[in-house]
């Protein structure tokens, strides 16, 4: 009885429909099943989210891909996929730039063969299948059927893991973003970038308090990211049409806190020539978002704590009550209650700010997320250098998830910025992929010390004069030989620990000599 692959490919699918996965778990063997069905050198799983489109899964593509944030506008191929009903077989001849040149995993090459397929919820557009090759004629239009019928599949297979959360939210999601987009004045929307066990935490932690009126209180080192904390919360909480007003606490001079938290009135002190709302007052019926919270004098934090109590507030200069509705997010990078204990901060405002505390984990607590958000960073200078592709070499990766990122995100992002640059100024001519090197990086340099009278923790450090892949090579080496050691060999199980997709797990494993 001959045997039909396109069978023997959708009916393991089927069977997992009605199983309990995880959603990257059923994403990853909806693509593993694609590229039996269809060999391929890469295929990803995108979901269209207003103007950009998301990976979701990606298989045979470099790990930063899931970071990257798609434009529409900026991908034609992309675009041409969205805009027909049907699969789409590109020719290889096709000048239409490929999103994915140089991001197929281990080779610099452009993609040459390229196809893909609309996903469609509930006859709305969800989102993309896209398969591309290295070589030349790798598709056929026989395999445009073939692609059809895997694609809705596909959907049912999205169906079963996130209808209900994406379609019943969707027209709120948008309406949540609207805020950063402005904020944003032209420039790629920010957002919480990650799939690490720490990030998902802390995103079930913003989405358990956002729903409720209670103040929090932000912590975590400098550049983790506290304000998009602060704007996630906002954006997802009933205050969301309202306004969403900041103010940096250590940005001001302590003459002038008064007026920016509470406002004025004419004549209130030199230079005051007329009425002014504060920071307050802009807020009413949103949300307040102080930053750096710690840095406030001990005369404001008792006119704070007035305002935070009763909801009334009076401008500098006015004996006029102003009755206000906020909601307070505060962030700050110091230990309040060691504050606290010292003196220097209010123990009653610490205790009325932080109803709710939430921590957000620094960078090199996050694993992986260091790769998918240095993507975010590479899709956004990309379009602004005029390059097709920007992506990192294999040591580049490898440096960047060794690094401790003392200055987090925020480092990460001024450090892709500032390499892509000097990457492309040390190129002869324009070239159409740029690859960020390892020296591109400098992380060789300004690496930080232990403190004094502190060992090095777990391990010891390279001996002088060993290269730094060469001892990132170890350190993995040794990290993943304990992780099989702990899960008694399976490669699944140590995947899952050490937050790497299987895949590239193995291909660094063979590498290392491991495999």
Partial sequence: MTRNPLLATLLPLVDDLSRELPDEERYRRLLEALRELLPCDASALLRLEGEQLVPLAVDGLSPDTLGRRFKITEHPRLRALLERPGPTLFDA?????????????????????????????????????????????????????????????????????????????????????????????????????????????LVDEIKLVAGSDLSVLVTGETGVGKELVAQAIHQRSLRHTQPLVSL??????????????????????????????????????????????????LAIQAKLLRVLQSGQLQRLGSDREHRVDVRLIAATNRDLAAEVRAGRFRADLYHRMSVYPLHVPPLRERGNDILLLAGYFLEQNRPRLGLRSLRLSAEAQAALLGYPW?????????????????????????PRILTLELDDLGLDQGLPLPEAGKATPSRELPKPGVELRTALDDFQRQLIAASLQRHAGNWAAVARELGVDRANLNRLARRLDLK
């Fill in 93 to 201: 001849n096709c000048g239409l730039p490929d999103p994915y040149d140089g991001l197929v995993e281990g080779v610099h090459l452009e993609v040459h063969d390229c196809m893909g397929c609309p996903l469609y919820l509930d006859e709305q557009p969800w989102g993309l299948l896209t398969l591309d090759a290295l070589e030349p004629g790798r598709f056929s239009s026989g395999d445009l059927d073939n692609l059809q019928a895997f694609a809705s599949l596909a959907a049912a297979t999205v169906k079963a893991s996130q209808r209900m959360l994406d379609l019943a939210l969707r027209a709120e999601h948008e309406q949540q973003r609207a805020d950063a987009y402005q904020r944003a004045a032209g420039e790629a929307p920010r957002e919480l970038v990650g799939q690490s066990p720490a990030h998902r935490q």
């Fill in 406 to 430: 003392p200055g987090n995100v925020r480092e990460l992002e001024h450090l892709i910025g500032r390499a892509s640059l000097k990457a492309l100024a040390a190129s002869p001519e324009r």
């Fill in 248 to 297: 940096n606490c250590a940005a001001l001079p302590e003459t002038l806190v008064e007026s920016e938290l509470f406002g004025h009135v004419r004549g209130a002190f030199s230079g005051a020539v007329g009425e002014r709302r504060g920071k307050f007052e802009l807020a009413d019926g949103g949300t307040l978002f102080l930053d750096e919270v710690g840095e406030l004098p």
